[in-house]
């Protein structure tokens, strides 16, 4: 049993007080002082508010802070003794901190808060990011109650963002994820979402956790499992998420985290990718997509420099990785001048599906492609931000979609180089 | 078996409260009887009970269940006499037992002569006896308490041409307690009483003695200086009486009702009552431990009066409105079960007749601090008839056994004041004291193992409570402790079963005897004690000290 040994005897105690509980809401953590104290005030008086009468409980799993947030944590407990401000509570809300073993990982944490869930038989269960501190009470309730009226077990989230917010997410992880899994989450590298105990149970007990893959890039990993195990997901709108929150600060961790995993899924999902998929909707509760059309500076002359410098520097790579036709176009791009430098849909469709089957093939080290795909991501990121400058939000939605068809369409493509050359 | 001479003899007190006419016909009318309640006083000293209490036996309209009284000086003769009052009372305190009454202080009945001599004319000396007003716009501040039924406090009189205040049903006008004539008038009622050997009243409706414009009504300074005057001249002439006050109040509100120890001796703690529910529904201990955090500290002679249920309706005005939905939604799903702000319902239904949470809530009652009532027929288990109106669902006959009319009455069923109870779950067949008198594991009989265990020891009638909050939630646990003598009590509230860990170092080298099989636990260590509990079990240890 995968709790057995993620579950120290000192959080196991903790949760046998906890008991049986119907809602669970998981913060994992790891020098999160600045912010984890808002956030888990707003958790908590989301559950007053919103869930009076259910047994809910707050678990914060911990990477071995060396700030002080476990305290903080533990200080917004609710005793016998306190209320929430202007919240009244029916029953105690046991807010409960564990410092999980091993490296920090986003993986390890969000076992272990499945792998409490499990055993504490909740019926829904919410994660959010301890960096969300745009987070309101009414979060608690939309990311929980779709899995309390037993309907779905996976909620993703939707936030209103600035237009150039979250552009991984729009120029890689949502359109592959989109073509290769016929799903459409909007959010598939979500940092706040919610699960039911059905999904907790069958997640806390895969072997999978072990992998490197799954241990960074664990939320990634999370929606995957949702889409190829056929549990039932829809997307739920937050509102606004603080800009800069949740921004990578280093690309190439940030990759890993995401794209690194989306790769690595596609290995032991192959039967059910590679089949014909039924485009499966998924419901959206409020709108699907809000953006900010407010201007936001981007230094794009840097990300040309880094885009081109990275295409010469990288050559020998690339060559192992893409096929002559692409590296070609794309270091025809790289030369461009910088007003005109366009890295085409169809050319990163296929420059992804490329790396993604290279990473198949281990064709030199998995985490080598990951690191070698960011310079070309700069490149596509350069050329969304120009086509994009003086968009409307519909415009550029309009043009996110254009590339998720591109992507659709270049799937056999990638079936072609996943079973092919290389 | 004389009466102990205690003073403080109410601290120790284990209450039964009791309707006469619910309880045993003596001579077949259909009605209980002085008479045939003093034939069960051998009952009530087998169940280990010490005090009785009396509701309304007055002769009255009936019109409240006798809260309506017509005459304060006398007994309703569907109850019998003076005399058979006299010879009841004598009887209980051969055996042991004090008595209290009700006293209804602060309204009569409209047929009361008082109030006919009050309607008769504006020139009547009775006429400032009551309320009166040209307008119904006085005392606007003022809640309507039975909600269902009134849509005012004031009443219009067509005999005399003016309203007249009544803070309960309009045929209860409110005596005018501004007039000296009223307070010495009801301190004779009183003497009447004490004079005839009762050991204490019930008094009833106390926060609303007095009016004033521009206030709740409730709680006034006022009425307080009533209730100071009339414990002075108790304390004087009748020591060692005692007054219980009914005051549905905050803890801080009622506070004021103990003064420094010269007002009540007793006082209900009715928030706590909703919350034993509650905690017991939602198996957490929280909505008990946090109204007792919130319950100040009361004067040395004064104690708290503990119940869980009685002859109203379970009432919900001292919770939150969270807290009231969820009471109405978790104990009473069916509206017909509700009336007013409450939940009209007896214990072993409110429970679902689960003996496992009846023992457990019968468990808390008699060790949290405070002194107990048991409601008649709780002791065996007596179910309710939401089908009869009003409260009368919770007033049905006392179960005697399986026989006609459950023992309670020769009469002819048709003739009885109510009908019986008579479904196969809770009717007298199913549920009577005969029946249950024969095994040793009947309710009644563990009933009367709770209370000679409870009386064994002061300190659950006189000790102090010190909480333990293990991180379990779902335990409720505390330490008494009077003198030398300490018991520590453990409840598990939830239907499953629970570990604990408590932290007992302060009593460290103490071993744990269970009270009722007498079995002695593990020494106190360093280390936190560990217990495990069944579903709805609890523990009374004491400890020792060996």
């Known amino acids: 049993m995968p709790e057995e040994t993620i579950l120290n005897d000192d959080f196991l105690r903790e949760l046998m007080n906890v008991g049986e509980v119907d809602l669970l809401v998981g913060v994992p953590t790891y020098n999160d002082a600045r912010t984890v104290g808002q956030v888990v005030q707003a958790i908590r008086s989301g559950l007053l508010k919103y869930f009076p009468r259910q047994r809910a409980a707050i678990i914060n799993a911990d990477g071995g802070s060396k700030d002080n947030t476990q305290e903080l944590v533990r200080a917004a407990s609710i005793s016998d003794m306190h209320h929430a401000d202007n919240l009244y509570a029916l029953r105690t809300l046991h807010c409960i901190s564990t410092r999980y073993t091993g490296t920090p990982s986003s993986g390890t944490a969000l076992h272990t808060i499945m792998a409490a869930s499990d055993l504490l038989r909740a019926n829904a269960c919410a994660v959010i990011s301890p960096d969300s501190t745009s987070i309101t009470p009414e979060w608690i309730q939309t990311l929980l109650q779709p899995v309390v009226n037993d309907v779905n077990d996976w909620v993703t989230p939707v936030y209103r963002r600035h237009k150039f917010e979250g552009l991984l997410i729009r120029n890689l992880l949502y359109p592959m994820n989109r073509a290769v899994y016929s799903s459409r989450v909007r959010e598939p590298y979500p940092t706040d979402f919610a699960f039911s105990g059905r999904f907790a149970s069958h997640v806390a007990g895969l072997d999978t956790w072990s992998e490197e893959a799954a241990r960074v890039g664990a939320e990634m990993y999370l929606t995957i499992a949702a889409i190829t195990g056929k549990f039932r997901i829809v997307q739920t709108y937050l509102g606004p998420k603080s800009r800069g929150e949740g921004a990578p600060a280093d690309l190439v961790a940030a990759m890993r985290r995401s794209v690194g995993t989306l790769f690595w899924s596609l290995d032991s999902t192959f039967n059910i990718w590679s089949a014909d998929l039924d485009p499966e909707p998924v419901v959206t509760i409020g709108p699907e997509h809000e953006l900010d059309p407010e201007p936001l500076r981007f230094n794009r002359k840097r990300l040309h420099d880094m885009f081109a410098r990275g295409v010469g520097e990288l050559e020998p790579v690339l060559r192992s990785i893409l096929s002559h036709s692409t590296l070609c176009q794309v270091q025809q791009v790289a030369s461009s001048p910088e007003g005109e430098l366009g890295y085409t849909d169809e050319l990163w469709a296929h420059t992804v599906y490329e790396f993604a089957a290279a990473y198949h093939k281990s064709v030199i080290s998995r985490d080598h492609i990951v690191q070698a795909l960011a310079p070309l991501y700069r490149g596509r990121t350069y050329t969304f931000l120009a086509e994009n400058r003086d968009n409307s939000p519909e415009a550029l939605e309009s043009n996110v979609e254009a590339l998720c068809l591109a992507f659709e369409r270049s799937k056999p493509y990638l079936l072609e180089m996943w079973n092919g050359r290389k | 078996m004389p009466l102990p001479q205690d003073a403080l003899w109410y601290k120790d007190a284990v209450v039964y409260q009791v309707h006469v006419r619910a309880f045993y016909d003596s001579n077949a009318d259909g009605r209980g009887d002085f008479r045939g309640l003093a034939q069960k006083l051998d009952y009530l000293q087998d169940l280990g009970i010490n005090t009785i209490w009396l509701m309304p036996f007055f002769p009255s309209p009936l019109r409240d269940d006798g809260y309506d009284i017509a005459d304060y000086h006398s007994v309703h003769p569907s109850y019998g006499v003076l005399e058979d009052f006299k010879a009841f009372l004598d009887g209980a305190h051969q055996r042991g037992i004090r008595v209290i009454i009700e006293m209804v202080l602060n309204h009569t009945s409209d047929q009361h002569p008082w109030f006919q001599e009050s309607r008769s004319s504006h020139d009547n000396p009775k006429r400032d006896w009551y309320v009166w007003s040209d307008t119904d716009t006085r005392y606007r501040g003022t809640r309507i308490i039975f909600l269902d039924t009134e849509l005012s406090n004031w009443a219009w009189d067509p005999v005399s041409k003016q309203y007249y205040w009544h803070r309960f049903f309009s045929h209860q006008p409110d005596l005018n307690y501004d007039n000296p004539a009223?307070?010495?008038?009801?301190?004779?009622?009183?003497?009447?009483?004490?004079?005839?050997?009762?050991?204490?009243?019930?008094?009833?409706?106390?926060?609303?003695?007095?009016?004033?414009?521009?206030?709740?009504?409730?709680?006034?300074?006022?009425?307080?200086?009533?209730?100071?005057?009339?414990?002075?001249?108790?304390?004087?002439?009748?020591?060692g009486r005692m007054l219980l006050a009914e005051a549905n109040q905050w803890p801080a509100d009622l506070r004021p009702y103990f003064g420094g120890g010269n007002e009540f001796h007793m006082a209900f703690h009715f928030p706590l009552m909703p919350r034993m529910f509650m905690g017991l529904k939602l198996e957490d201990r929280k909505p008990i431990t946090e109204i007792l955090q919130q319950?100040?500290?009361?004067?040395?002679?004064?104690?708290?009066?503990?119940?869980?249920?009685?002859?109203?309706?379970?009432?919900?005005?001292?919770?939150?409105?969270?807290?009231?939905?969820?009471?109405?939604?978790?104990?009473?799903?069916?509206?017909?079960?509700?009336?007013?702000?409450?939940?009209?319902?007896?214990?072993?239904?409110?429970?679902?007749?689960?003996?496992?949470?009846?023992?457990?809530?019968?468990?808390?009652?008699?060790?949290?601090?405070?002194?107990?009532?048991?409601?008649?027929?709780?002791?065996?288990?007596?179910?309710?008839?939401?089908?009869?109106?009003?409260?009368?669902?919770?007033?049905?006959?006392?179960?005697?056994?399986?026989?006609?009319?459950?023992?309670?009455?020769?009469?002819?069923?048709?003739?009885?004041?109510?009908?019986?109870?008579?479904?196969?779950?809770?009717?007298?067949?199913?549920?009577?004291?005969?029946?249950?008198?024969?095994?040793?594991?009947?309710?009644?009989?563990?009933?009367?193992?709770?209370?000679?265990?409870?009386?064994?020891?002061?300190?659950?009638?006189?000790?102090?409570?010190?909480?333990?909050?293990?991180?379990?939630?779902?335990?409720?646990?505390?330490?008494?402790?009077?003198?030398?003598?300490?018991?520590?009590?453990?409840?598990?509230?939830?239907?499953?079963?629970?570990?604990?860990?408590l932290d007992l170092r302060h009593y460290k080298g103490n071993i744990l005897i269970e009270m009722f099989g007498r079995n002695i636990f593990p020494r106190i260590g360093d280390l936190p004690y560990l217990l495990t509990l069944g579903p709805y079990q609890f523990y009374w240890f004491r400890l020792r000290k060996i």
Request: proline share 5%.
């Open chain 2, 182 to 239: 009223v307070r010495e008038t009801m301190w004779g009622v009183m003497k009447f009483w004490l004079d005839m050997g009762v050991d204490g009243f019930r008094l009833d409706a106390v926060p609303y003695l007095v009016e004033r414009e521009g206030t709740n009504c409730e709680n006034l300074p006022e009425t307080h200086v009533i209730i100071q005057d009339f414990r002075r001249r108790l304390d004087e002439e009748y020591p």
């Open chain 2, 295 to 501: 319950t100040p500290a009361i004067p040395e002679n004064c104690q708290w009066c503990l119940f869980l249920r009685n002859h109203d309706e379970l009432t919900l005005e001292m919770v939150t409105d969270i807290e009231r939905d969820y009471m109405y939604d978790e104990y009473a799903k069916d509206r017909s079960m509700r009336l007013n702000l409450g939940i009209r319902r007896r214990l072993a239904p409110l429970l679902d007749n689960d003996r496992r949470r009846i023992e457990l809530m019968n468990g808390m009652l008699m060790s949290l601090p405070g002194t107990p009532i048991v409601y008649y027929g709780d002791e065996i288990g007596m179910g309710d008839n939401v089908n009869l109106g009003d409260r009368n669902g919770v007033r049905t006959p006392m179960q005697w056994d399986g026989g006609w009319n459950g023992g309670f009455s020769t009469a002819d069923p048709e003739s009885l004041y109510s009908p019986l109870m008579l479904n196969p779950v809770y009717g007298y067949q199913a549920v009577n004291v005969q029946s249950q008198k024969r095994f040793d594991h009947s309710l009644l009989s563990w009933m009367k193992r709770l209370i000679r265990i409870r009386k064994s020891l002061a300190v659950f009638g006189r000790g102090s409570i010190e909480f333990l909050y293990p991180a379990n939630h779902r335990v409720l646990a505390y330490v008494r402790q009077y003198g030398k003598d300490a018991i520590l009590v453990v409840n598990n509230l939830s239907s499953s079963a629970q570990a604990v860990e």
